[in-house]
T-cell receptor
Framework: DAKTTQPNSMESNEEEPVHLPCNHSTISGTDYIHWYRQLPSQGPEYVIHGLTSNVNNRMASLAIAEDRKSSTLILHRATLRDAAVYYCILRPFGFGNQGGKLIFGQGTELSVKP | GAVVSQHPSRVICKSGTSVKIECRSLDFQATTMFWYRQFPKKSLMLMATSNEGSKATYEQGVEKDKFLINHASLTLSTLTVTSAHPEDSSFYIC???????????????FGSGTRLTVV
């Protein structure tokens, strides 16, 4: 499985933007970049995903480097409810030979200060 | 859409007993479901993949006789922890795969998790 590298933790102030980085230097051409987050004592929830172009949705934006070896999840205005562990995961197109398994790394624990 | 309901949310059981955790897809058919466990302050660890109507595929190191998975219908998968012991205490999470129309990559939705405590 292609691996991702994320900082263990990050801090942010409420109402400020947050940029969560992810390195995936061994990404293949058919890997999608997915972001999930997990609030305390809950299952993960989908945040955003992309392939090559930058993506925006109501939760966040995803900026993908031109060489696709890194990406950044952007929360435009952090709120206290955004405090969670954020996971950057590579998933092959068509589920690949791993049967579509979603393998989680360690993620980044984001804390938001009021 | 694409909601997965997981029950129970919490369970406490005595050592040696068995516990069943259910995972239901509410508004879609889930041909494939995944089961994870998570220890405090750790990431999710994939235990097994279950496909409707066939045997589950377990990850290396996961005891299939201890963690029985049944995926008898397109909307229900169950995980039974048999002869539970305190070291089985953990947070168990199910996930189902669904198709994102026109996007070539499927999405995954997760249950809310089950906190198992074995005493």
């Amino acid at each position: 499985d292609a691996k991702t590298t994320q900082p263990n933790s990050m801090e942010s102030n409420e109402e400020e933007p947050v940029h969560l980085p992810c390195n995936h230097s061994t990404i293949s051409g058919t890997d999608y970049i997915h972001w999930y987050r997990q609030l305390p004592s809950q299952g993960p929830e989908y945040v955003i995903h992309g392939l090559t172009s930058n993506v925006n949705n109501r939760m966040a934006s995803l900026a993908i480097a031109e060489d696709r070896k890194s990406s950044t999840l952007i929360l435009h205005r952090a709120t206290l409810r955004d405090a969670a562990v954020y996971y950057c995961i590579l998933r092959p197109f068509g589920f690949g030979n791993q049967g579509g398994k979603l393998i989680f790394g360690q993620g980044t624990e984001l804390s938001v200060k009021p | 859409g694409a909601v997965v309901s997981q029950h129970p949310s919490r369970v406490i059981c005595k050592s040696g007993t068995s516990v069943k955790i259910e995972c239901r897809s509410l508004d879609f058919q889930a041909t494939t479901m995944f089961w994870y466990r998570q220890f405090p302050k750790k990431s999710l660890m994939l235990m097994a993949t279950s496909n409707e109507g066939s045997k589950a595929t377990y990850e290396q190191g996961v005891e299939k006789d201890k963690f029985l998975i049944n995926h008898a219908s397109l909307t229900l998968s169950t995980l039974t922890v048999t002869s539970a012991h305190p070291e089985d205490s953990s947070f168990y999470i199910c996930s189902a795969r669904f198709h994102l129309l026109g996007q070539g990559a499927g999405g995954y939705t997760f249950g809310s998790g089950t906190r198992l405590t074995v005493v």
